[in-house]
């Protein structure tokens, strides 16, 4: 029986498992965003909302420096990047000072083509997601052509970006560009 037994093991044993959690919530808050399995990303959402709720409250607490200490020393425990630290101490807690919970999102994005997994993407709310940057990783050229414009206008809201990261999930964001540009160049040389 496994009554009152709260976490997923994620087939680690318990090292492991606290090591991949830690390392997991280190890129989502460098990145504020990350692609991952479904079970991952439910297992790493209360870990990274306790970190943030640690470190909103010792920035509340800055009147009273110890307990400020205290704080960067909780999360010291699980981040050992001092790097994503300070941001999250600087930058992400300061954003969701007057928020009482719920930092981050999780997205269904479908199933991995490989072993047919779930895969998730979770986010950090609010996140200031430019999918110009996804984008930069292409030639030089598709991004001076436009394909950012396009990309933005169809990546409003979460839904969109939803269908974007479904889109380069599947392997078909560079295939379909270059399959409806091989005809438009073909017309004209009929001609």
């Known amino acids: 029986m496994r009554h009152r037994v709260a976490h997923r093991k994620l087939g680690r044993v318990t090292e492991h498992r606290l090591a991949t959690l830690r390392n997991q919530a280190q890129m989502l808050l460098r990145h504020e965003r ?32 110890p307990r400020g200490l205290h704080a960067r020393r909780l999360v010291a425990r699980d981040l050992a990047d ?28 479908g199933r991995r083509q490989g072993d047919c997994a779930e895969v998730a993407q979770i986010e950090l709310v609010g996140s200031e997601y430019d999918p110009s940057e996804d984008q930069s990783t292409g030639t030089a050229g598709e ?47 009929a001609e």
């Open 34 to 65: 990350i692609d991952t399995t479904l079970a991952k990303a439910k297992e790493l959402r209360p870990f990274v909302e306790r970190l943030i709720t640690v470190a909103t409250r010792g920035r509340a607490d800055g009147a009273h420096p």
């Open 82 to 109: 001092k790097q994503v630290a300070g941001k999250l101490f600087d930058t992400i807690a300061p954003r969701f000072a007057s928020r009482p919970g719920g930092y981050t999102r999780v997205l269904h994005l």
């Open 143 to 189: 991004v001076a052509a436009g394909g950012s414009s396009s990309s933005s206008k169809g990546s409003k809201g979460v839904g969109g970006r939803l269908r974007a990261a479904a889109k380069r999930l599947r392997g078909s964001g560079k295939s379909g560009e270059t399959k409806g540009s091989a005809p438009a160049k073909a017309d004209p040389d």
